[in-house]
């Protein structure tokens, strides 16, 4: 278990994590991330949840695919120096891991990022 503490636009975010990706501006996976807001200025995170469906055929879908995006005051795309991407738990379907989604968090100059170990330990910072 990681923990993971975060200071955007001056609030504290502190969880725990099974794991944490960290892609840094220049990175492929950074890339990929942009074309999914690339309709968004200034975006701060993006959720992106799968399409469920209850039988091979698709015939009925249990989850339709989403992409939520909230953006983010005085902050321009162009300026984010990485973006933290973990796990989001499905509200349709809790306990499905099938289901869970992935959050997209842009970091941008003045934030901080913390992950610690199991011990308390800083592993990686990101400033």
């Known amino acids: 278990m990681l923990t993971v503490k975060s200071i955007i636009g001056g609030v504290t975010h502190i969880c725990e994590v099974n794991n944490i990706t960290i892609a840094r501006r220049g990175s492929e996976t950074f890339g990929y991330v942009l074309t999914l807001t690339k309709e968004h200025p200034n975006p701060d995170f993006a959720e992106v949840m799968p399409a469920i469906y209850e039988n091979e055929e698709k015939s009925k879908v249990l989850q339709q695919e989403a992409i939520m995006i909230s953006e983010r005051d005085g902050v321009l795309v162009r300026d984010a120096v990485a973006v933290l991407i973990s796990e989001v738990d499905s509200v349709k379907m809790p306990g499905l ?14 934030d901080k990022v913390y992950v610690m170990n199991s011990h308390g330990s800083t592993i990686e910072t990101l400033k």
């Open 97 to 110: 891991k099938e289901a869970d989604g992935t959050l997209y968090q842009y970091i941008y100059p003045g």
